[in-house]
């Protein structure tokens, strides 16, 4: 057995992969307790044709999205942010990192088809800034994008999108003041080359207003990327 595979059943016996909807410990060789398999509540129809915020309507956009533009083609997002608040909350603070890979392989089986029609040259997560990466050791929304590339076979480019200004969103910001807060934030690294991508799927775990990807949407646009989307792990209306 090669030292690597040793390591990695180490790990595992040493820290076992939590189940990210009950956090006990999952059985051997899953990453989901069996009676936990419907825990999370899946979007579904209808929902925005635009950014993918399920709908109580048959609208065909939601609010946010009659009223603004965005940078984007068309969003997804996997689950209702409700039901799975918890679990991101701990994937993002609580240093659950093996659910990621469950909630990749959960985003692929359910939005395969969605992912197919976009034909990615490449997956970009959205960075956090470097105080707030070296705090947490890593980047949820790099850790799902690894999980959605990996399976359909996909590079997940983390080297041309950079945050340069720690912002955080604030809940009682209103869309503009949104946007405003988070001009200047990024930048790409790769701007006095035209980038070769001509269909990228933006992911994150979290979609509410859409600034954050609009403004990265933006920047890439402006280098050239004909098709940009965007895939999240949740969406919901009052985060
Ligand atoms: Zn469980
Ligand atoms: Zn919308």
Known sequence: MGLEKTGKILTKLLFPPRC?????????????????????????????MQCG???TTDEEYCTDCRRSRHQYLRGRALYEYESVADAIYRMKYGSRREYAEYFG????????????????????????????MR?????????????????IGVPVR????????????????????????LKKAFIIKQNDVKLE????????????????VD????????????????????CGAGI
């Open 105 to 132: 392989g959960e985003m692929v089986t359910h939005l395969g088809g969605f992912i197919a029609q976009a034909r990615p040259d490449a997956l970009i997560p959205i960075p956090l800034h470097p105080r707030r």
């Open 197 to 212: 991508l001509k269909s990228t799927i933006l992911i994150d775990d979290i979609y509410t207003t859409g600034s954050t």
């Open 135 to 151: 705090k947490r050791g890593y980047n949820q929304a790099a850790l799902l994008a690894r999980a959605v590339g990996g399976r």
């Open 53 to 55: 915020k399920k709908l």
């Open 20 to 48: 990210p909807v009950c956090d006990g410990i999952a059985p051997w060789g899953s990453l989901i307790c069996p009676g936990c398999r419907d825990g999370f509540r899946l979007l579904t129809a209808p929902w925005c």
């Open 215 to 234: 403004e990265v949407a933006g920047l890439l646009k402006v280098q050239g990327v004909e098709r940009i989307y965007v895939l999240t792990l949740a």
């Open 158 to 181: 983390e080297d041309l999108v950079f945050r340069i200004k720690n912002t955080t969103p604030l809940k009682q910001q209103n869309p503009a003041e949104r946007q405003n807060n």
